[in-house]
């Protein structure tokens, strides 16, 4: 099956820095990658996607990267806010299966 | 985004007792949900995959008579906590998507006393 592995597992920036989350996925049949944000007590909610026929895709100050080849994707967050501190979870799917597998997740601080 | 609802969302009973969750796609259909367990600063743990009108299939070390799921419709799913202990104790949170884009439901918190 899926394995996804998800880096780093806690990112600590100040306010205005950029922020970068990666994930590596080992099935080259999964063709779809969202990102989720999950603030404490709450729902993971859907921030950013991508599928496999895209290599980038932006979404004001966030941003997603796909290398299909290494079989990684990573997260771009910039100008960091206070309210961007979460926690973040990558997933992959596809290859016949809408089961997304997540990764660890990474817990993301932005300092005032 | 698509919109789902979970039901209750936080729930106190003895140890002993059953407890019923309930998932709900508001605004699509779905044939298929997910019932996720989350334990406190950890990741999303796939217990199971609930298909409208047939079995839920379940993942490895779940005890499916545990934890018994229902999907009577397109747009509702249950999952019931049978005979329930302290050590399931957690956060229960389904999804489902009009096609292979997840949303989430707020979750459920049980507390087994």
């Known amino acids: 099956g899926e394995n996804v592995e998800q880096h780093p597992s806690t990112l600590s920036v100040q306010e205005g820095d950029s922020a970068v989350i990666k994930c590596t996925y080992s099935?080259?049949?999964?063709?779809?990658f969202p990102w989720y944000k999950q603030e404490l007590g709450k729902r993971p909610q859907l921030i950013i996607d991508?599928?496999?026929?895209?290599g980038e895709k932006k979404d004001q100050r966030i941003a997603v990267t796909l290398n299909k080849t290494a079989k990684h994707f990573s997260l771009h967050i910039t100008e960091t806010q206070p309210e961007d501190s979460a926690v973040y979870f990558c997933?992959?799917?596809?290859?016949?299966?809408?089961?997304?597998?997540f990764g660890r997740g990474t817990s993301l601080i932005v300092h005032p | 985004g698509a919109v789902v609802s979970q039901h209750p969302s936080r729930v106190i009973c003895k140890s002993g007792t059953s407890v019923k969750i309930e998932c709900r796609s508001l605004?699509?259909?779905?044939?298929?949900m997910f019932w996720y367990r989350q334990f406190p600063k950890q990741s999303l743990m796939l217990m199971a995959t609930?298909?409208?009108?047939?079995?839920?299939?379940?993942e490895q070390g779940v005890e499916k008579d545990k934890f018994l799921i229902n999907h009577a419709s397109l747009t509702l799913s249950t999952l019931t906590v049978t005979s329930a202990h302290p050590e399931d104790s957690s956060f229960y949170i389904c999804?489902?998507?009009?096609?292979?884009?997840?949303?989430f439901g707020p979750g459920t918190r049980l507390t087994v006393l």
């Open positions: 609930s298909n409208e009108g047939s079995k839920a299939t379940y």
């Open positions: 605004d699509f259909q779905a044939t298929t």
């Open positions: 997933a992959a799917s596809g290859g016949g299966s809408y089961i997304p597998t």
């Open positions: 991508i599928r496999s026929n895209v």
């Open positions: 099935d080259s049949a999964s063709n779809y």
């Open positions: 999804s489902a998507g009009p096609t292979d884009t997840q949303y």
